[in-house]
């Protein structure tokens, strides 16, 4: 995609790419979005030299 000129977010090459934002800008206004996933099967996250996607750890209080 990225290829192809469409951004992607919350995946990649790596962990490092995977935690890329997407950065888009009109009239003079610039956005990034980020994205990360909390709940994934084993192996799907991305590490430091193996794809996947950018995982974040939550911890719920109540």
């Known amino acids: 995609m990225r290829g192809k000129?469409?951004?992607t977010i919350g995946a990649?090459?790596?962990l490092t790419e995977?935690?890329?934002p997407?950065?888009?800008e009109a009239?003079?206004?610039r956005v990034a979005m980020l994205a990360y996933c909390?709940?994934?099967h084993e192996g799907y996250a991305?590490?430091?030299?193996?794809?996947g996607?950018?995982?974040m750890r939550a911890t719920a209080r109540f």
């Open 46 to 51: 991305a590490g430091p030299d193996t794809p």
């Open 53 to 55: 996607v950018a995982p």
């Open 38 to 40: 909390s709940v994934l």
């Open 18 to 20: 995977a935690r890329q």
């Open 27 to 29: 009239k003079g206004l």
């Open 12 to 14: 990649g090459r790596n």
């Open 5 to 7: 000129g469409i951004q």
């Open 22 to 24: 997407a950065v888009t």
